[in-house]
C-alpha cells in the first residue's frame, strides 16, 4: 500500500505541473528545457521529490522506467542526463497496443525485431535491457523457465544449474504472487551488475538469457560485466533519450491527461 500511495503521489504530482505549465504548441518536438520561460524551477521541483520519494520506496526507480518505457514504444545512485520535454499523452488508449511491447520471453530475433521497428538499433536493445539492474517481478513470469520449458516439465536449459534449485525454492509451479528480484544483491543499485548475472547465466527473464545467443548483444554484456559497467551509464543515457523521441505528439496531436488512466 506504501508503494502504492508513493507511487500514485508522484505520478499526480508529474501530471499536474505538466498540465499546468505546458506552454502552447511545440510543433518541432521535444527540447531541453521546454519549461524555462514558463517555470524555470520546475526540473529542479520534480527531481527534488521524485528523488525524496525513491529514496524512501527504492522499488519506485524500477516503477518509473518502466512506466517511461511503455509510454514511448505504445505510442536513479544511477546515471542522470537532461531529458528533453514536451512530450504530450495520446488521445487514443488501446489495450490491445500493449502486444507490441518486448515479451520477456522472446528471443533475440524477435526482440531485434520488435526494437527496429521503433528505430532502435541493437546496442539500444542490451543497454535498455540493463534497467533490469533495479525492480522485482512475479513468479508467474519464470514459471515456464522453470516447471515446463519445453511443454515437458523441463527446465530452461540456458539457466545455470545451479541458480535453478534457488529460483525454485521461491517460485513453487502454481505461485502467482511471490515476488523476485529481477538483480539479486543489487536490486536497489542501479550499477552494472545485471550483466554480471546475465553472463553467470543467471538472467531472470528468457528475454534477458537471449542476449547471450548473439555475438552483438553477447559482447556488450561481457565488456560491462568485466570492466564494472565502464561504458554503461553513459549509453543508458542516450539510448534512453533516443526512446524518448519515440512517436512524439506535440501541440495540439496530444493533451496533458487530467487523470492518467483516461482521456480528457
Given at each position: 500500500?506504501?508503494?502504492?500511495?508513493?507511487?500514485?503521489?508522484?505520478?499526480?504530482?508529474?501530471?499536474?505541473?505538466?498540465?499546468?505549465?505546458?506552454?502552447?504548441?511545440n510543433?518541432?518536438?521535444?527540447?531541453?528545457?521546454f519549461?524555462?520561460?514558463?517555470?524555470?524551477?520546475?526540473?529542479?521541483?520534480?527531481?527534488?521529490?521524485?528523488?525524496?520519494?525513491?529514496?524512501s520506496?527504492?522499488?519506485?526507480?524500477?516503477?518509473?522506467?518502466?512506466?517511461?518505457?511503455?509510454?514511448?514504444?505504445?505510442?536513479?545512485?544511477?546515471?542522470?542526463?537532461?531529458?528533453?520535454?514536451?512530450r504530450?499523452?495520446?488521445r487514443?488508449?488501446?489495450?490491445?497496443?500493449?502486444?507490441?511491447?518486448?515479451?520477456?520471453?522472446?528471443?533475440?530475433?524477435?526482440?531485434?525485431?520488435?526494437?527496429?521497428?521503433?528505430?532502435?538499433?541493437?546496442?539500444?536493445?542490451?543497454?535498455?535491457?540493463?534497467?533490469?539492474?533495479?525492480?522485482?517481478?512475479?513468479?508467474?513470469?519464470?514459471?515456464s523457465?522453470?516447471?515446463?520449458?519445453t511443454?515437458?516439465?523441463?527446465?530452461?536449459?540456458?539457466?545455470?544449474?545451479?541458480?535453478?534449485?534457488?529460483?525454485?525454492?521461491?517460485?513453487?509451479?502454481?505461485?502467482?504472487?511471490?515476488?523476485l528480484?529481477?538483480?539479486?544483491?543489487?536490486?536497489?543499485?542501479?550499477?552494472?551488475?545485471?550483466?554480471?548475472?546475465?553472463?553467470?547465466r543467471?538472467?531472470?527473464?528468457?528475454?534477458?538469457?537471449?542476449?547471450?545467443t548473439?555475438?552483438?548483444?553477447?559482447?556488450?554484456?561481457?565488456?560491462?560485466?568485466?570492466?564494472?559497467?565502464?561504458?554503461?551509464?553513459?549509453?543508458?543515457q542516450?539510448?534512453?533519450?533516443?526512446?524518448?523521441?519515440?512517436?512524439?505528439?506535440?501541440?495540439?496531436?496530444?493533451?496533458?491527461?487530467?487523470?492518467c488512466?483516461?482521456?480528457?
Open positions: 500500500m506504501a508503494y502504492q500511495k508513493n507511487f500514485s503521489l508522484l505520478l499526480f504530482l508529474l501530471l499536474h505541473l505538466a498540465f499546468i505549465l505546458t506552454p502552447n504548441a510543433a518541432d518536438g521535444l527540447e531541453l528545457g519549461y524555462k520561460k514558463t517555470c524555470p524551477t520546475v526540473e529542479t521541483i520534480v527531481q527534488k521529490i521524485t528523488a525524496a520519494k525513491i529514496s520506496a527504492p522499488s519506485l526507480a524500477a516503477a518509473l522506467l518502466r512506466l517511461h518505457f511503455h509510454d514511448c514504444f505504445v505510442r536513479i545512485k544511477g546515471p542522470y542526463w537532461p531529458v528533453p520535454l514536451g504530450r499523452d495520446g487514443v488508449s488501446i489495450a490491445n497496443e500493449s502486444l507490441t511491447l518486448p515479451p520477456f520471453d522472446n528471443n533475440i530475433d524477435k526482440l531485434k525485431a520488435i526494437f527496429a521497428s521503433k528505430g532502435l538499433s541493437v546496442k539500444d536493445l542490451v543497454v535498455l535491457s540493463g534497467g533490469h539492474t533495479v525492480g522485482i517481478s512475479h513468479c508467474s513470469t519464470i514459471a523457465r522453470l516447471y515446463n520449458f511443454g515437458k516439465g523441463d527446465t530452461d536449459p540456458s539457466l545455470d544449474d545451479e541458480y535453478v534449485p534457488y529460483l525454485k525454492s521461491k517460485c513453487k509451479p502454481t505461485d502467482t504472487t511471490s515476488l528480484e529481477m538483480d539479486p544483491g543489487s536490486v536497489k543499485t542501479f550499477d552494472e551488475s545485471y550483466y554480471t548475472n546475465v553472463l553467470k543467471r538472467g531472470l527473464f528468457g528475454s534477458d538469457a537471449a542476449l547471450l548473439d555475438y552483438e548483444t553477447r559482447a556488450y554484456v561481457k565488456q560491462q560485466a568485466q570492466t564494472q559497467g565502464s561504458t554503461f551509464f553513459k549509453d543508458f542516450e539510448s534512453m533519450v533516443k526512446m524518448g523521441r519515440i512517436g512524439v505528439l506535440t501541440g495540439s496531436a496530444g493533451e496533458i491527461r487530467r487523470h488512466n483516461s482521456i480528457n
